[in-house]
């Protein structure tokens, strides 16, 4: 249809398809396996808590509890990207999925760095974006990841007719560092990651 | 020196000057002091003179004399032989054409022309100044136009009668505006062109009267921003699409000049192109539109299957769905040449569901289908049959479910068109039931529901969209009016309520939600199937009890409250709920099942209050509050002691409040009489807050509160006012009484002092309660329980603006350097003006609106500069007294004081640790003033930034205030100046790596939408 695009007719997933935590911690920690309906009917201040009183410090046991950075939280980082030809995010087109990415716990005890390893896989075999797609994931995860994520963006083995050039390109520091000086390549970038929470 | 003279002089000088002149030349003449004919030849000498200066001049006093002229002073022949003279001026010389033209506008104004007058003005004008624009400036180009509108519009015959005489008047009326471009006159040349377009026959001039208007397509005109005439773009574009859209003579030349120009790469020049073709489809004709229906369909599908912007998208099929309404009104064939290709296009897109394309061919068969029944039946015969085969050969979940998506939006469409269960009743009434053709989706309704119910129940759980798209379908089904028969529409409710119920969790429960809306939207089309097919099955599901159970009950508790917001089921669920209750009751459950089933009781009562009708309430109040109260306060039932607890009973008093607010003044009265007794038939003297000791039943004291809160204030108890506050204070004061029924207490003294006591005694009933004889706000009584009552009484005054304030918040105010309780008093300031869920208007409670200003006005200067003068002990004090009554003023409040409240909000995130909601509020405050008025933080913005780096720094903060800090962060880039964010852009990004490696998800998602915001400063910064 239209030519200027790769792929002008994507498949689109489903909102309620794509992997999502369990709507935060809420449901899960509600013992009654309510939904909450009755929570704001009675509100809090009246009896709950004394304001004259110091204010509960939250139980230690909420604070103690860390929640590690897991696949999932790596997915909702760039599954909201914006592909580079449709207003629609990378989720819903399936280019990025969970199962297809990986963090790999530090090698040795001395060494605190992880790996996070994603794995795109583009709309068509042919998508010319691909490197573009792969450098927004790439700049996507840098930017929201502490830095003792090692990050590695990749295109999926087969879902791409020159994916081994592609990965080359997206593995070579120098080339990724070059590319972000370009200064349309950076404002398609910047559109991509616009839309991400 | 004559008036001419006169005016001419003047002229120079003030324009004001020279009209009166005008004016009392017309005085002149109406007194007969002047004759007409004198008048004239005194201009004799001027209007021929070489200067055009003035000769124009001359032309606007004349105008001017015969503006101010009162009617019926100049006679029909005098008028006569003024139009001559002007229009003889106008022949030979242009010279102030337009005060001729105001001169006639003011003749016609005095008398009505006869039509052989009005062609011979038109004649004159046309033959003698076209084009218009040769007269350079607007304000004598106006006149002229509107003069031409004045003879349109009121000589319509007359002007036709010149065209169909003359054979080349109307190219030369056309070319006579050519190239206009003042808006003003524009916006009249349209008016003035749609009467030849709707009204002539133009015949070879169509192309010639299209494009002269057409030429100012598409509007691009910005009104300068001290337009004295406030014509807006908008304006010039209704008026422009009036004129293209006037006549379907236009249709050859309109449709493909507007499509040519819907390439157009600029958004707005395509949205002006979407309007107007949507009003020439509505006004040009079904015999028109049917010969460019199949091109518009070719241009407008782009716009929808490769959407650009929504707007667009949306008004395309806009312009699909009037054609297709346009065509309903021809024949069948006509209308089958349109949609053919449009059901041909979807069907191919539909086999590659789920697409971009797939979900964009459904909302064109939606919007094409939703228009006439002639449409909706063929795009069903077109599209259902092959939406079956496709479907039963998808092998996929995502397929089926893109399939079904689009015939959802099928089924839409034919409920729009012919109506749901709800609707049948209104339309059997007089509407075009009858001559409507069969709904042709009847023929598939038994299919299309095997279909769904069976994929429904055997798809996996996991497979949530699809299983929503196919309950949707059902729910979509079950509502088309006449198609399904109760029995079907029974085995639906059945299958709605167990997923509900018996259908185990998953993910975030969409389906289950989902199933409940559709319960309630079956409720407002069946109600009995649902009350006789649903509620068995919760009923079923909700236990007598929890003793020893296991069921999660509380989710089915949630969906049977849900749904009571259908009228028609509001009655039956509140009498099962209550037969629930009972049960409960007699066998001793829970406090936590109790306080369950109350609060669902309570969410339908809440829920319908503002529907409620008095008579329903009355019949609540006699069989539920009533019963309710007896059944607790009976000391001999041996079952109620699960009914004592605290929750219980303020949910008992909610419910009962509830009901009785909007009850008549006689119930408030009879009720007020027994809000402390609670009808125990006893007297008030022996029951708490009266009685000389408070055993067990202070308790009641919960529900009073709520009881009193819902009475007017006309319903005030029986009882002497200063003995009812005194002997509330002494019971706020006791040891004896437990801290959930001093709170309600201190609730109830609250609304006391805000609703019941007249403002003429006020200052008598309080005067003995805060200073002698009981004299709690001196600092030697103040103890953790009197501060309580202290608060308790001003929040009560505060809501009301009472004058007492002036003499009580200082003394609060000073109490604040108290070494042993002025932290107590300091929290206590944050209840001054929290939110307050029973003293409000709804509650009778005076509220007046500037309570929040004048409390703001009269504490916060103050404890600014006692901070100022406090020592190091009890600064803290005044941090978090302020930032306890900031965090509940909107912007607005604040701003009169931003340069002191600035510090103080600064220093306050420097508490410790334990303040950290003190913290919480004031970063509160923070962004609010960031977002309004950036420029009080910037001198303070190293400041800020570096306070709330190392609050998010510090895991010994909650979670909350280090993601509030971080919010406030990212708030920074975008309302700060970049000369003072830039060059702090490195540390900021830098120091946010370690939010980024936070314990807490909920605080490092902030950290990174908080970084990403002051990265993205430099990539703005790079552009420039």
């Given at each position: 249809?239209?030519?200027?695009?790769?792929n002008?007719?994507?498949?689109?997933?489903?909102?309620?398809?794509?992997?999502?935590?369990?709507?935060?911690?809420?449901?899960?920690?509600?013992?009654?396996?309510?939904?909450?309906?009755?929570?704001?009917?009675?509100?809090?201040?009246?009896?709950l808590?004394?304001p004259?009183?110091?204010?509960p410090?939250?139980?230690?046991s909420?604070?103690?509890?860390?929640?590690?950075i897991d696949?999932?939280?790596?997915?909702?980082?760039?599954?909201t990207?914006?592909?580079?030809?449709?207003?629609?995010?990378?989720?819903?087109?399936?280019v990025?999925?969970?199962?297809?990415?990986?963090?790999?716990?530090?090698?040795?005890?001395r060494?605190?760095?992880?790996?996070?390893?994603?794995?795109?896989?583009?709309?068509?075999?042919?998508?010319?974006?691909?490197?573009?797609?792969?450098?927004?994931?790439r700049?996507?995860?840098?930017q929201?990841?502490?830095?003792?994520?090692?990050?590695d963006?990749?295109?999926?083995k087969?879902?791409h007719?020159?994916d081994?050039?592609?990965?080359?390109?997206?593995?070579?520091?120098?080339?990724?560092a070059?590319a972000?000086?370009?200064?349309?390549?950076?404002?398609?970038?910047?559109k991509?990651?616009?839309?991400?929470? | 020196?004559?008036?001419?003279?006169l005016?001419?002089?003047?002229?120079?000088?003030?324009?004001?000057?020279?009209?009166?002149v005008?004016?009392g030349?017309?005085?002149?003449?109406?007194?007969?002091?002047?004759?007409?004919?004198d008048?004239?030849?005194?201009l004799?000498?001027?209007?021929?003179?070489?200067?055009?200066a003035?000769?124009?001049?001359?032309?606007?006093?004349?105008a001017e004399?015969?503006?101010?002229?009162?009617?019926?002073?100049?006679?029909?022949?005098q008028r006569?032989?003024?139009?001559?003279f002007?229009?003889s001026?106008?022949?030979?010389?242009t010279?102030?054409i337009?005060?001729?033209a105001k001169?006639?506008?003011?003749?016609?104004?005095?008398?009505?022309?006869?039509?052989?007058?009005?062609?011979g003005?038109?004649t004159?004008?046309?033959?003698?100044?076209?084009?218009?624009r040769?007269?350079?400036t607007?304000?004598?180009?106006y006149?002229?136009?509107?003069?031409?509108?004045?003879?349109?519009a009121?000589?319509r015959?007359?002007?036709?009668?010149?065209?169909?005489?003359?054979?080349?008047?109307?190219?030369?009326?056309?070319?006579?505006?050519?190239?206009?471009?003042d808006?003003?006159?524009?916006?009249?040349?349209?008016?003035?062109?749609?009467?030849?377009?709707?009204?002539?026959d133009?015949?070879k001039?169509?192309q010639?009267?299209?494009?002269?208007?057409?030429?100012?397509?598409p509007?691009?005109?910005?009104?300068?921003?001290d337009?004295?005439?406030?014509?807006?773009?908008?304006?010039?574009?209704?008026?422009?699409?009036?004129?293209?859209?006037?006549?379907?003579?236009?249709?050859?030349?309109?449709?493909?000049?507007?499509?040519d120009k819907?390439?157009?790469?600029s958004?707005?020049?395509?949205?002006?192109?979407?309007?107007?073709?949507?009003?020439c489809?509505?006004?040009?004709g079904?015999?028109t539109?049917s010969?460019?229906?199949?091109t518009?369909?070719?241009a407008?599908?782009?716009?929808?299957?490769?959407?650009?912007?929504?707007?667009?998208?949306t008004?395309?099929?806009?312009?699909?769905?009037?054609?297709?309404?346009?065509?309903?009104?021809?024949?069948?064939?006509?209308?089958?040449?349109y949609?053919g290709?449009?059901?041909?296009e979807?069907?191919?897109h539909?086999?590659?569901?789920?697409?971009?394309?797939?979900?964009?061919?459904?909302?064109?068969v939606?919007?094409?289908?939703a228009?006439?029944?002639?449409?909706?039946?063929?795009?069903i015969?077109?599209?259902?049959?092959t939406?079956f085969?496709?479907?039963?050969?998808?092998?996929n979940f995502?397929?089926?479910?893109?399939?079904?998506?689009?015939?959802?939006?099928?089924m839409?469409?034919?409920i729009?068109?012919?109506?749901d269960?709800?609707?049948?009743?209104?339309?059997?009434?007089?509407?075009?039931?009858?001559?409507k053709?069969p709904?042709?989706?009847?023929?598939?309704?038994?299919?299309?529901?095997?279909?769904?119910?069976?994929?429904?129940?055997s798809?996996?759980?996991?497979?949530?969209?699809f299983?929503?798209?196919a309950?949707?379908g059902?729910?979509?089904l079950?509502?088309i009016r006449?198609?399904?028969?109760?029995d079907?529409?029974?085995?639906?409710?059945?299958?709605?309520?167990n997923?509900?119920?018996?259908?185990?969790?998953?993910g975030?429960?969409?389906l289950?939600?989902?199933?409940i809306?559709?319960?309630?939207?079956?409720?407002?089309?069946k109600?009995?199937?649902?009350i006789?097919?649903?509620?068995?099955?919760?009923?079923?599901?909700?236990?007598?009890t929890?003793?020893?159970?296991?069921?999660?009950?509380v989710?089915?508790?949630?969906?049977?409250?849900?749904?009571?917001?259908?009228?028609?089921?509001?009655?039956?669920?509140?009498?099962?709920?209550?037969?629930?209750?009972?049960?409960?009751?007699?066998?001793?459950?829970?406090?936590k099942?109790?306080?369950d089933?109350?609060?669902?009781?309570?969410?339908?009562?809440?829920?319908?209050?503002?529907?409620?009708?008095?008579?329903?309430?009355?019949?609540?109040?006699?069989?539920?509050?009533?019963?309710?109260?007896?059944?607790?306060?009976d000391?001999q039932?041996?079952?109620?002691?699960s009914l004592?607890s605290?929750?219980?009973l303020?949910?008992?008093?909610?419910?009962?409040g509830?009901i009785?607010?909007?009850?008549?003044?006689?119930?408030?009265i009879?009720?007020?009489?027994e809000?402390?007794?609670?009808f125990?038939?006893?007297?008030?003297e022996?029951?708490p807050p009266?009685?000389?000791?408070?055993?067990?039943?202070q308790?009641?004291?919960?529900?009073?509160?709520?009881?009193?809160?819902?009475?007017c204030?006309?319903?005030?108890p029986?009882?002497?006012?200063?003995?009812?506050v005194?002997?509330?204070?002494?019971f706020?004061?006791?040891?004896?009484?437990?801290s959930?029924?001093?709170?309600?207490?201190?609730?109830?003294?609250?609304?006391?002092?805000?609703k019941?006591?007249?403002?003429?005694?006020?200052?008598?009933t309080?005067?003995?309660?805060?200073?002698a004889?009981?004299e709690?706000?001196?600092s030697?009584k103040?103890?953790?329980?009197?501060?309580?009552?202290?608060?308790?009484?001003?929040?009560?005054?505060?809501?009301?603006?009472?004058?007492?304030?002036?003499?009580?918040?200082?003394?609060?105010?000073?109490?604040?350097?108290n070494?042993?309780y002025?932290?107590?008093?300091?929290?206590g300031?944050?209840?001054?003006?929290?939110?307050?869920?029973?003293?409000?208007?709804?509650?009778?409670?005076?509220?007046?609106?500037?309570?929040?200003?004048?409390?703001?006005?009269m504490?916060?200067p103050?404890i600014?500069?006692?901070?100022?003068?406090?020592?190091?002990?009890?600064?803290t004090?005044?941090?978090?007294?302020?930032?306890?009554?900031?965090?509940?003023?909107?912007?607005?409040?604040?701003?009169?004081?931003?340069?002191?409240?600035?510090?103080?909000?600064?220093?306050?995130?420097?508490?410790?640790?334990?303040?950290?909601?003190?913290?919480?509020?004031?970063?509160?405050?923070?962004i609010?003033?960031?977002?309004?008025?950036?420029?009080a933080?910037?001198?303070?913005?190293?400041?800020?930034?570096?306070?709330?780096?190392?609050?998010?720094?510090?895991?010994?903060?909650?979670?909350?205030?280090?993601?509030?800090a971080l919010?406030?962060?990212?708030?920074?880039?975008?309302?700060?100046?970049?000369?003072?964010?830039?060059?702090?852009r490195?540390?900021?990004?830098?120091r946010?790596?370690?939010?980024?490696?936070?314990?807490?998800?909920?605080?490092?998602?902030e950290?990174?939408?908080?970084?990403?915001?002051?990265?993205?400063?430099d990539?703005?910064?790079?552009?420039e």
């Open positions: 249809m239209d030519p200027n695009k790769d002008a007719n994507p498949t689109i997933l489903n909102p309620s398809d794509l992997p999502s935590r369990r709507k935060g911690d809420a449901i899960s920690n509600r013992e009654d396996g309510g939904t909450g309906l009755f929570d704001g009917l009675v509100p809090t201040y009246s009896y808590s004394d004259f009183d110091v204010p410090s939250p139980t230690s909420e604070e103690d509890s860390p929640e590690a696949e999932q939280e790596i997915y909702d980082l760039i599954s990207i914006s592909d580079p030809e449709h207003p629609l995010s990378l989720g819903s087109l399936a990025v999925n969970l199962p297809d990415i990986h963090i790999t716990p530090p090698t040795s005890s060494s605190l760095i992880s790996t996070v390893t994603v794995e795109i896989t583009p709309t068509i075999t042919h998508c010319s974006l691909a490197t573009v797609i792969g450098l927004g994931v700049v996507r995860l840098e929201a990841l502490p830095p003792r994520f090692r990050v963006v990749r295109i999926k087969g879902t007719s020159t081994e050039a592609v990965n080359k390109q997206l593995g070579d520091k120098e080339r990724v070059a972000l000086e370009n200064g349309t390549l950076m404002g398609v970038l910047r991509m990651l616009a839309t991400c929470e | 020196m004559s008036d001419i003279q005016y001419l002089l003047e002229y120079d000088k003030s324009k004001k000057e020279a009209n009166r005008a004016q030349s017309a005085e002149k003449l109406q007194n007969k002091q002047l004759k007409l004919i008048l004239i030849e005194s004799a000498e001027y209007i021929n003179n070489d200067e055009p003035t000769r124009g001049r001359t032309m606007s006093y004349l004399v015969l503006e101010a002229m009162p009617p019926k002073v100049l006679s029909l022949q006569g032989l003024l139009c001559d002007i229009l001026r106008i022949v030979d010389d010279e102030g337009g005060s001729c001169g006639l506008l003011a003749l016609e104004e005095r008398g009505q022309w006869d039509s052989a007058r009005a062609s003005v038109m004159t004008l046309i033959d003698h100044t076209n084009p218009v040769q007269f350079r607007q304000s004598e180009r006149p002229i136009v509107q003069l031409v509108d004045r003879l349109m009121k000589y015959d007359a002007i036709k009668n010149v065209h169909s005489t003359t054979p080349d008047f109307l190219s030369r009326f056309i070319s006579y505006f050519d190239g206009e471009k808006p003003r006159n524009l916006m009249i040349v349209f008016s003035i062109l749609k009467v030849p377009m709707t009204e002539w133009t015949g001039d169509t010639d009267l299209f494009d002269a208007v057409f030429n100012y397509f509007i691009t005109f910005k009104p300068p921003p337009d004295p005439y406030g014509i807006t773009a908008q304006d010039l574009k209704d008026r422009l699409r009036d004129c293209i859209a006037s006549t379907s003579v236009f249709a050859p030349y309109s449709f493909p000049a507007l499509l819907l390439d157009s790469t958004l707005n020049t395509k949205r002006d192109v979407l309007s107007t073709l949507r009003a489809i509505s006004n040009y079904f015999q539109i010969l460019y229906a199949i518009l369909w070719d407008l599908k782009f716009e929808i299957l490769n959407v650009q912007e929504e707007d667009l998208a008004e395309s099929l806009n312009c699909l769905a009037g054609i297709a309404r346009q065509l309903s009104l021809g024949t069948q064939s006509q209308l089958n040449a949609l290709p449009i059901i041909k979807c069907n191919q539909l086999e590659d569901a789920p697409t971009k394309q797939s979900s964009s061919s459904g909302r064109i939606k919007s094409v289908a228009t006439t029944p002639q449409a909706t039946n063929t795009v015969s077109g599209i259902v049959p939406f085969s496709l479907y039963h050969t998808a092998d995502p397929k089926r479910r893109g399939l079904l998506e689009v015939f959802g939006s099928i839409k469409a034919d729009e068109v012919y109506g269960w709800r609707s049948m009743h209104s339309l059997r009434f007089g509407d075009d039931i009858a001559e053709p709904n042709a989706f009847v023929e598939y309704g038994e299919q299309a529901l095997h279909l769904m119910s069976s994929d429904l129940s798809a996996p759980v996991k497979e949530v969209s299983r929503l798209t309950l949707d059902l729910l979509q079950s509502r006449e198609m399904l028969s109760d079907q529409i029974s085995s639906l409710v059945i299958d709605f309520s997923v509900v119920v018996t259908e185990e969790s998953y975030k429960d969409e289950k939600t989902a199933a809306s559709a319960l309630v939207e079956i409720a407002h089309q109600p009995q199937l649902v006789d097919k649903a509620f068995p099955t919760f009923l079923a599901n909700l236990p007598d929890d003793t020893g159970a296991t069921t999660k009950y989710p089915v508790l949630e969906a049977f409250a849900k749904l009571a917001d259908e009228d028609k089921l509001f009655q039956t669920v509140i009498i099962r709920l209550k037969s629930k209750l009972k049960a409960a009751v007699h066998q001793q459950a829970s406090t099942f109790l306080c089933l109350l609060t669902a009781v309570f969410f339908a009562f809440t829920h319908r209050a503002k529907k409620m009708d008095i008579e329903v309430n009355a019949t609540h109040y006699t069989d539920l509050v009533l019963p309710l109260l007896s059944q607790i306060t000391s039932d041996q079952h109620n002691s004592q605290e929750p219980v303020d949910l008992v008093g909610r419910i009962c509830t009785i607010r909007p009850l008549p003044l006689t119930v408030h009879s009720m007020s009489k809000a402390f007794t609670l125990r038939g006893v007297t008030n022996s029951v009266f009685s000389s000791t408070f055993g067990a039943e308790r009641y004291m919960i529900v009073t509160t709520q009881v009193l809160a819902s009475l204030k006309e319903a005030s029986p009882i002497k006012l200063d003995d009812m005194t002997a509330l204070v002494k706020c004061l006791a040891e004896s009484v437990t959930g029924v001093r709170a309600a207490a201190l609730k109830q003294l609250s609304l006391v002092i805000n019941f006591i007249p403002n003429a005694e006020l200052a008598k309080l005067e003995p309660v805060l200073y004889p009981m709690l706000l001196t030697a103040l103890n953790s329980q009197s501060i309580r009552v202290v608060f308790a009484i001003v929040k009560g005054l505060i809501l009301r603006n009472s004058s007492l304030l002036n003499k009580t918040l200082p003394s609060l105010l000073e109490a604040l350097s070494i042993d002025g932290r107590t008093i300091a929290r300031f944050s209840t001054l003006l929290q939110p307050d869920d029973l003293l409000t208007k709804e509650n009778y409670c005076t509220v007046s609106g500037l309570h929040k200003q004048k409390t703001f006005n504490l916060v103050p600014a500069a006692s901070f100022r003068a406090a020592n190091a002990a009890t600064k004090n005044y941090l978090i007294a302020v930032a306890g009554l900031l965090r509940y003023l909107p912007y607005n409040i604040l701003s009169h004081d931003l340069s002191s409240l600035t510090p103080l909000l600064l220093q306050s995130l420097d508490l410790p640790v334990e303040e950290a909601y003190v913290k919480e509020a004031s970063i509160g405050n923070i609010d003033i960031l977002t309004h008025n950036p420029a933080i910037e001198e303070h913005a190293n400041s800020v930034i570096t306070r709330l780096l190392s609050t998010t720094d510090q895991k010994s903060n909650p979670t909350q205030v280090r993601a509030v919010i406030c962060l990212a708030t920074i880039p975008g309302s700060l100046k970049q000369e003072t964010t830039i060059p702090l490195r540390q900021v990004v830098k946010l790596t370690a939010a980024l490696d936070d314990g807490k998800r909920s605080v490092r998602s950290a990174v939408r908080c970084r990403s915001k002051w990265l993205d400063l990539e703005e910064d790079e552009e």
